[in-house]
């Protein structure tokens, strides 16, 4: 096959549009950099291609998506777990990956639940003396997250002055919405527990910013918004960038390797397109890899040559190695209280309102790190799945037929809370992906192989989890659903990968012996090559990534361009 | 807003043919538009034989039939979404098909007809040794099992079906100014 080269060469090229590769376009770019984003998915903007407003009912599966839309019909995601002619594989344990394939990322469905990392999750190792801990500090970190937030909005409040938490900092925020009934309920309780719970924080606007409007509380942040209203990369992040006139963007463009000079520095990006099933090679100056976690790794791992036997960047052997994901399990419940509650429209924003930040102590609880919790409940719209199981409902029937059951699916819509898990796994060296030698893609690019296994200190974690969560529906008068799984269940924790929050494949570190990122995400083996997005990270936390990942690749871009100012790259 | 569109968007590369760089798929949009359209037009059956619909339908009017406030459940169409989701999901066609036969013959065996030529009483007298998992006898189990899926696809049709969710009260999907529950809502929750 003829491979099509571009004659241009371009300053930098980022792979993925996603959470990273979208941040550090805009930074990059508005830094004078003539950047080339490639993007393995085709074109999508929630400004016209959302289903906002669309009914279940207008659905012939009433909002069930099947394999192609795993979050439902109208979710804003292309992509899934299991994606046609690109397959993965598991070695040792079991791994679950969720991959975007489209303009933009996972950044278009994601939750918006964006918490900050506090002091402690960036020296976790001094703390507790297990995995590692990150080569940069809070201190150093925080004018990022304060940018982040100023820039693409976010509500909330000042968790450490609330509850004292001192892990959970301050940041740059908008007036959080009132809570919702079940979420105050859930916080009478939590009170007489003392629980904390809080405002939470999500990348959705309560005031209008930079030219997007403020929310209007539809609670359909999954399908993105159609008015920009929250984040995704392609409504805040691209369209500075495309404004410098200096950002190109190739899509249906599937990296395959990156090319390496004779000089042992990264000269471009050779990438397939999917619609003509063409070969091309895209040449720049620098290589931002952004293209998710373990898809970066895999790069890295696919790009050998002669000077890089077992793959770009790695001569530490670390690429793949220390994958994370959050710890995860839910549990809901039956709360009596809440029956008959006269209706009200309870969408809000596309998220919670209130959530419980990690508020243990560790030195007490017999396992390392925490988690956070993130609730549920109210009454949504009704769609595929609706009251399903009614007749293991508490207090109902046990099932039957005719209008005593029509009146009690009236009865208990809107009477059950949900409470889910978010946690922190301990970073393994254990835990990794590698090249399959056997399959490829239908690219004819070889597919990554995962190894994954959860410790006890993750499944005391849920441990924790499933008693904290069953208490506090006891405490609110009402039945947790399901009995409690046991050990040999792992206590309900979800297969590692099913939370997506993948991080941890191309680790940051002082030592080019353990680490294959500085503490710029510079590759330590190859000067001109960055990773910008969940790869870096050393260690997961008790919070979800996202924020972190973006506040990274704002810092690492700064860099990046001052480094091209100074010369040096 | 940030007037970001698909065509000022695309910066075709010299290399790439253009007719890659516009083959877009809008993903759900599409499958939107195609749900619409398709709501618009009478539901052609692609599971169940006419027979098996027949029975399917009395079936779900039996577990949610009409009452003062709305319709039943072949009223709101709960029967096409029911044939609709079975031929889409290939892990429901044998379990839904051999059910029905299961309920024809039981129906057989106690009063020697299949159950759409049953009286009302003789059907109710096989639904209630089916339709109460904990209750029922041993020997009713594939009955039950049968029984008990068919009444969360009849409530998933009916209560996300436009009658039910206007029974529901559901009041969202719109755009609106949040202002947090009503006082009425706070107060029978003694939250006021
Ligand atoms: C349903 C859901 C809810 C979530 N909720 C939250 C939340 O509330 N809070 C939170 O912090 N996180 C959340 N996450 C996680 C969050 O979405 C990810 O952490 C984030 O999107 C990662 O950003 P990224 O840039 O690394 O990758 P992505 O956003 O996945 O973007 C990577 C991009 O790279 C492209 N790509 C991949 N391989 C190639 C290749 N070889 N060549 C070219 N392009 C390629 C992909 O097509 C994709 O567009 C959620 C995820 C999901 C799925
Ligand atoms: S809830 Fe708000 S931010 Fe989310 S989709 Fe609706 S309008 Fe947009």
Redesign the pocket.
């Known amino acids: 096959m003829q491979i099509i080269r571009s004659p241009k060469v371009y300053d930098v090229c980022i ?7 979208g941040t550090t376009a805009k930074v990059l770019t508005e830094a004078g950099a003539d950047v080339v984003m ?4 085709p074109m999508w903007d929630s400004a016209t291609d959302s289903a906002m407003f669309a009914w279940n009912y207008e659905s012939p599966t009433r909002g069930w998506g099947g394999d192609r839309k795993p ?1 439902g019909v109208y979710d804003g ?1 292309l ?1 899934g777990w299991d994606i046609e002619g690109e397959p993965y594989t598991v070695g040792r344990g079991a791994w679950r990956w ?10 278009h ?7 900050r990392f506090g002091p402690d999750d960036f020296r976790r190792r001094s703390i507790d003396g297990l995995g590692d801990d990150w080569p940069v500090t809070y201190d150093e970190m925080k004018p990022y997250y304060d940018k982040l937030d100023s820039f693409v909005g976010i509500f909330g409040t000042n968790h450490a002055r609330e509850t004292g938490l001192h892990n959970e900092p301050d940041g740059v925020f908008q007036p959080p919405p009132a809570p919702r009934a079940h979420e105050l309920l859930i916080k009478r309780a939590c009170d007489r527990m003392k629980i904390p719970v809080v405002p939470s924080r999500l990348s959705i606007l309560t005031q209008s910013i930079n030219g997007r409007p403020a929310c209007h509380y539809c609670g359909q942040c ?1 399908r993105g918004c159609s008015t920009h209203s929250n984040f995704s ?1 392609v409504s805040v992040m691209l369209p500075p960038a495309l404004q410098t006139g200096r950002l190109t963007i190739v899509a249906n ?4 390797e990156v090319t390496v000079g004779a000089d042992g520095l990264a000269t471009g990006v050779s ?1 397939i397109d999917t619609q003509s099933n063409t070969e091309h090679q895209i040449r720049a100056r620098v290589v931002v890899l ?4 373990c ?1 970066s790794a895999r ?1 890295l791992l696919n790009s050998k040559s002669t000077l890089f036997p077992d793959g770009l960047a790695n001569s530490s052997g670390v690429v793949g190695r220390y994958l994370t994901d959050s710890t995860g399990l839910s549990v809901s419940g039956f709360v009596p209280t809440l029956l008959d509650t006269p209706r009200y429209n309870s969408d809000g924003t596309g ?1 919670m309102h209130l959530y419980i930040p990690w508020w243990g102590d560790n030195a007490a609880l017999g396992f390392p790190r925490g988690y956070h919790v993130e609730l549920g409940g109210g009454f949504g719209m009704p769609g595929y799945g609706f009251s399903g199981g009614i007749h293991n409902f508490p207090m109902s029937q046990g099932g039957g037929y005719g209008a005593s059951l029509k009146e009690e699916y009236r009865r208990y819509y809107g009477a059950f809370v949900n409470f889910a898990g978010r946690g922190e796994q301990v970073a393994r060296e254990d835990c990794y992906c590698e090249i399959d030698p056997n399959v490829t893609d239908r690219w004819g690019i070889p597919v990554l192989r995962f190894n994954h296994t959860w410790s006890d200190h993750e499944r005391l974690q849920a441990k924790h989890m499933q008693e904290t969560f069953r208490s506090i529906i006891t405490e609110m008068g009402g039945t947790p659903m399901g009995t409690m799984p046991g050990p040999n269940q792992d206590y309900g924790l979800a297969v590692g990968g099913l939370i ?2 993948e991080a941890g494949a191309t680790r940051m570190g002082n030592d080019p012996k353990t680490s294959v990122l500085n503490s710029h995400c510079q590759a330590h083996d190859v000067k001109n090559l960055f990773v910008a ?2 790869g870096p990270f050393v260690s997961q936390a008790d919070k ?4 972190t ?1 973006m506040a990274l690749a704002w810092r690492t871009a700064e860099y990046l361009a001052d480094e091209r100012r100074k010369g040096s790259l | 807003m940030s007037g970001i569109n698909r065509r000022t968007m695309l910066t075709v590369l010299g290399t790439a043919p253009v007719a890659a760089a516009v083959s877009f798929t809008p993903g759900t949009v599409q499958a939107y538009v195609a749900a619409r359209a398709q709501a618009a037009q009478p539901y052609q059956r692609r599971f169940f034989t006419d027979r098996e619909d027949a029975t399917i339908r009395a079936l779900a009017d039996m577990i949610i039939p009409r009452d003062g406030r709305s319709g039943s459940a072949t009223d709101s169409g709960a029967h096409e979404f029911i044939d609709y989701i079975v031929a889409e999901q290939p892990d429901r066609q044998t379990p839904m098909r051999g059910g029905l036969v299961w309920l024809d013959s039981e129906c057989r065996r106690r009063f020697d007809k299949a159950f759409l030529e049953c009286a009302d009483a003789e059907r109710r007298q096989v639904l209630d040794d089916i339709a109460y998992p904990a209750k029922a006898r041993p020997e009713m189990s594939h009955g039950v099992r049968f029984f008990t899926s068919l009444r969360d696809l009849v409530a998933a049709g009916f209560w996300s079906s436009r009658m039910g969710v206007d029974d529901l009260g559901y009041t969202g999907n719109r755009p609106t100014v949040w202002e947090g529950p009503p006082r009425e809502v706070l107060e029978k929750l003694g939250l006021a």
């Not at chain 1, 991959?99 to 950044?107: D, S």
């Open positions: 792979v993925g549009s996603g959470a990273g590769g490639l993007e393995g998915g979050f995601c992509g969720f991959r975007g394939r489209m303009l933009g990322g996972r950044t469905h994601w939750g918006r639940i964006s918490l999954g990369s463009a599937m990296a395959r990438y952004a293209a998710s976690c898809e790069l998220g997506i929050h997005d969940g979800n990534l996202t924020w990942i």
